[in-house]
């Protein structure tokens, strides 16, 4: 604050001579406004430069009680200006009372005007610092996050770039990269930007089942097709109808697998384990690996065809 700025008060009371010579003794730092009536006040709170808020407590009628409810119906109006409250009382828990209601300050009187007037100030000062941070932490949350990921380096803006570059389209994606750097988040995010956020997102961590359930999992069964098959039941690649299955560790899966796999990725059709026809399905693929894929394949660990089918678009996760 220089030259003839000053600090926008309201002083709520319906004491003249008090108000006369809190204008008086502030006159130097502050712009000082009365209120003394509902109309007043609430005029007063949609004031956009309002820096501060001095409300007398002894002037509602109601009592201490209804002032406390009055200061808690200005914090929340306003969260951005300072609210002190003064008094005559010598209750005890009244400062800590105003406090909850959100009072920054509580004054008893009678009143040290020096006093009143640097404590106001410095709580001024810091309720603009506060503002402030939350202003550049809301804009560097801003920059920095994307869908449920949070990055503002370089490298992350490229991610963003790039999963907004492939989120409308049907093509396979493979994401590549450390584990424990949010591949599944990236898979998510792209779900989210693209056509078919809306539709179903079914997830599997093909290293979390033993071989002997996965292959029931994903391409489902029908009734009697193995022991236990009470009833028929579609599998993952099913439940994907319209939307997007992510397979997330795909390097996992057995030889067996990958070959069935590839047959659904290339006729767009799935057989359950049992049944005898195919059923057309329309889903898009998303699969993440931390494995080298390409030694993979040179040593025979991963089918070659399957894995051209996979790396249409791969996307490569930087590490943390």
Do not use: W
Request: proline share 3%.
């Amino acid at each position: 604050m220089s030259g003839s700025q000053r600090y926008s008060l309201v002083l709520i009371t319906d004491n003249d001579e008090f108000a006369a010579e809190l204008r008086k003794e502030l006159v130097s730092g502050f712009q000082v406004l009365v209120a003394d009536n509902d109309e007043e006040i609430k005029l007063a709170l949609e004031q956009p430069e309002l820096h501060a808020v001095l409300f007398d407590l002894d002037c509602i009628s109601g009592g201490l009680a209804d002032g406390l409810e009055v200061l808690e119906e200005m914090r929340k109006i306003r969260d951005d200006v300072v609210l002190a409250t003064c008094t005559r009382s010598g209750q005890r828990t009244l400062p800590l009372k105003a406090s909850q209601a959100g009072a920054d300050e509580c004054f008893l009187f009678p009143l040290n005007f020096h006093e009143l007037e640097i404590v106001l100030t410095r709580a001024i000062e810091k309720r603009a610092l506060e503002l402030e941070g939350r202003r550049m932490i809301q804009q560097a949350e801003n920059k920095s996050a994307f869908c449920s990921l949070i990055g503002a380096s370089a490298a992350m803006q490229r991610l963003y770039q790039t999963i907004q570059a492939v989120a409308d389209s049907n093509t396979t994606v493979v994401l590549r990269g450390e584990s424990g750097t949010g591949k599944e988040l990236i898979a998510q995010a792209i779900v989210q930007s693209g056509d078919r956020a809306t539709q179903p997102y079914i997830c599997l961590n093909c290293s979390a089942l033993p071989e002997s359930l996965i292959e029931s999992e994903l391409f489902g069964y029908e009734k009697g097709a193995f022991t236990g098959a009470d009833a028929a039941r579609g599998g993952l690649i099913e439940s994907a109808q319209s939307g997007t299955l992510f397979l997330d560790e795909i390097t996992t899966l057995n030889p067996g697998l990958q070959a069935k796999l590839l047959r659904v990725l290339q006729e767009r059709t799935v057989q359950r384990l049992g049944g005898r026809s195919a059923k057309k399905i329309d889903f898009r693929l998303i699969c993440a690996t931390n494995d080298d894929l390409e030694d993979l394949v040179r040593k025979g660990q991963f089918r070659e065809d399957l894995y051209y089918r996979i790396n249409v678009v791969p996307i490569v996760v930087p590490p943390l």
